[in-house]
């Protein structure tokens, strides 16, 4: 008898071992949502090779992801190709959201206030350089911060914590110039846009900016 997919789970958060017993019992699932549906996809290909392939490709996706994509296989009427499935485990990232919130985060770890809700972004604002994240436009940092954040979220198992912030004690009298204010409030006004929220952060999930 055949295990299904579940038998081979784990924590949401594990790593999807690629192995050909677990490409095996993913396609006994879809198999089961689509019936005939899903055999006709492989008529005439190699189906060995296929299973290859897909267990290449889900190499480094999580439990929880691949769980998430069988679940929305249940609201589609036709079976997914490997790139749609990939897509349905896993949506692009918004790394322009990202890019942002890093960049409002940066900011505040000057005063020990930043709050990194994903260690791998934070670990990909250090790569990228702090002071650099700060001064950058979406337009300057759009090729290259994709890629760091790839790179950490594929390590994200062996990442450290984010380290506490130790603010440096300023001069008596020496505060944020203007122009640093000014960009911390930018930076604080277009995360709130980007997650719908008005400006005065006067909703639920919302924080106003300082």
Request: glycine residues 8%; neutral net charge; charged residues 25%.
């Amino acid at each position: 008898m055949e295990a299904s997919f579940e038998e081979f789970g784990g924590e949401d958060g594990a790593v999807l071992p690629s192995t050909l017993a677990n490409v095996e019992a993913l396609f006994l699932e879809l198999a089961a949502i689509y019936g005939a549906r899903f055999a006709d996809m492989w008529r005439n290909t190699d189906v060995a090779h296929v299973k290859r392939v897909w267990g290449r490709a889900l190499s480094g996706f999580r439990m929880g992801e691949v769980r998430q994509g069988l679940l929305r296989c249940q609201r589609k009427s036709w079976p997914p190709t490997l790139p749609e499935f990939l897509l349905l485990c896993r949506a692009e990232p918004d790394y322009e959201s990202l890019f942002v919130e890093a960049q409002l985060q940066a900011w505040r770890r000057a005063s020990g206030e930043d709050v990194w809700e994903e260690p791998a972004i934070f670990w990909a604002a250090y790569a990228f350089g702090f002071f650099e994240l700060k001064m950058a436009s979406w337009q300057t940092a759009k090729v290259r911060w994709p890629r760091i954040v790839d790179e950490k979220r594929d390590k994200a198992a062996v990442l450290p914590p984010v380290p506490k912030a130790m603010p440096a004690l300023p001069d008596a009298g020496v505060t944020f110039s203007g122009r640093e204010q000014a960009r911390l409030h930018l930076a604080g006004l277009k995360v709130l846009l980007r997650k719908g929220c008005p400006p005065d952060g006067a909703a639920e999930g919302c924080d106003a900016v300082a």
